[in-house]
């Protein structure tokens, strides 16, 4: 079975950087769709950003300009790349997996997702 395994979260200030990984094991991660949700405290989980087929990709208007989801050559991490942090992307950052792909566009509701991974913190401080 799919395990996926988050890492990369920690403290940053506003304004700063971080890299999440989400890797899977056993497994490559060419063909179906990653997506990276968040949650904050007392809110719902909400979709991130997710990479389809390793090419197409999609984004939540809040992190749109800001984050950058991508892949390995080896097509066994995701990651994400998350510049000029705000307060306010505050969460667990955790990553998931819709076994389908799409030529077109990848959802960031969280009916299609599964296999989901344990979560990683991310906090940012002004």
């Known amino acids: 079975q799919l395990r996926l395994v988050e890492s990369g979260g920690g403290l940053v200030q506003a304004g700063g950087s971080l890299r999440l990984s989400c890797a899977a094991s056993?497994?490559?991660?060419?063909?179906?769709?990653i997506g990276w949700f968040r949650q904050a405290p007392g809110k719902k989980r909400e979709g991130v950003s997710c990479?389809?087929?390793?090419?197409?990709?999609n984004y939540a208007t809040s992190v749109k300009g800001r984050f950058t989801i991508s892949t390995d050559n080896a097509q066994t991490t995701v990651y994400l790349q998350m510049n000029s942090l705000k307060p306010e992307d505050t969460a667990v950052y955790y990553c998931?997996?819709?076994?389908?792909?799409?030529?077109?566009?990848?959802?960031?509701?969280?009916?299609?997702?599964?296999?989901w991974g344990q979560g990683t913190q991310v906090t940012v401080v002004s």
């Open positions: 990479i389809s087929d390793g090419v197409i990709t």
């Open positions: 998931a997996v819709d076994w389908r792909s799409y030529r077109h566009y990848c959802a960031l509701t969280i009916g299609p997702y599964d296999n």
């Open positions: 056993r497994f490559t991660l060419e063909g179906p769709t």
